[in-house]
């Protein structure tokens, strides 16, 4: 947690502050972009896992039995809000092969910023899973909170919403929305601008992942 906002944890492993400068980078090609946020997205990975429930399983080494500990299959749903939040799925799928995955897509209105729903495909069951919703930005917040209500409306009680950076004034307004949900962030910038983009960010992180721009 950090002083001011409260339910964010900040993941500032050296090896991410190192990839995320880079990001920032307006020279990065988009190839070394995409390969960078899939290995941000791995790292980050395994703080917002760390509370995954373990079981004992008895198996047999070379040795001798043992009692080990597996993941006790609380089953997991991976929430990209389209489309920058695909950025962060390979790498969280790498760590969690067996995840579903649920898309929500939302634009922002260029004039009032509001989020407008165009797509949602969830699996039937979110209510028994840990759902993980992923947007590299979050900047006014507005889209965060709309697609976690959305989740919600289908049941799902155990949510994390994970992004590479975020503004103060979309933490804010995050937590005002959902306090019970925490936010997983590898950096807390300055401010958005006029435009609500995030100050100094990345830019438009999908015209980054994707090449659009
Ligand atoms: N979305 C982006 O892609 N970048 C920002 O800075 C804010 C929202």
Redo the contacts with the bound molecule.
């Keep these: 947690m950090t002083k001011e906002f409260p339910n964010v944890q900040l993941i500032d492993h050296p090896l991410i502050q190192h990839k995320l400068t880079i990001m920032r980078d307006k020279n990065t090609a988009t190839q070394d972009f995409r390969n960078l946020i899939r290995e941000v997205s791995i790292i980050m990975g395994y703080e917002v896992l760390r509370d995954l429930p373990l079981e004992d399983v008895e198996i047999d080494t070379p040795l001798e039995k043992m009692t080990g500990k597996m993941l006790a299959g609380k089953k997991m749903c991976i929430v990209p809000i389209l489309r920058?939040g695909t950025g962060f799925l390979d790498g969280l799928l790498q760590l969690v092969p067996s995840a579903r995955v649920g898309h929500i897509g939302l634009y922002r209105d260029p004039e009032t910023l509001i989020p407008v729903e165009y797509y949602m495909k969830m699996p039937e069951d979110l209510a028994n899973r840990q759902v993980i919703v992923v947007d590299?930005?979050l900047?006014t917040g507005h889209s965060a909170v709309a697609a976690v209500e959305r989740i919600k409306d289908c049941d799902a009680t155990d949510i994390k919403f994970m992004c590479l950076i975020a503004a103060p004034e979309g933490l804010k307004t995050f937590h005002e929305a959902h306090p019970d949900v925490t936010v997983y962030t590898a950096a807390i910038d300055r401010q958005l601008n006029d435009h609500?983009?995030?100050l100094p960010?990345?830019?438009?992180?999908?015209d980054r992942i994707f090449g659009t721009k």
């Design positions: 920058a590299p930005m900047a609500g983009y995030i960010g990345i830019g438009d992180a999908g």
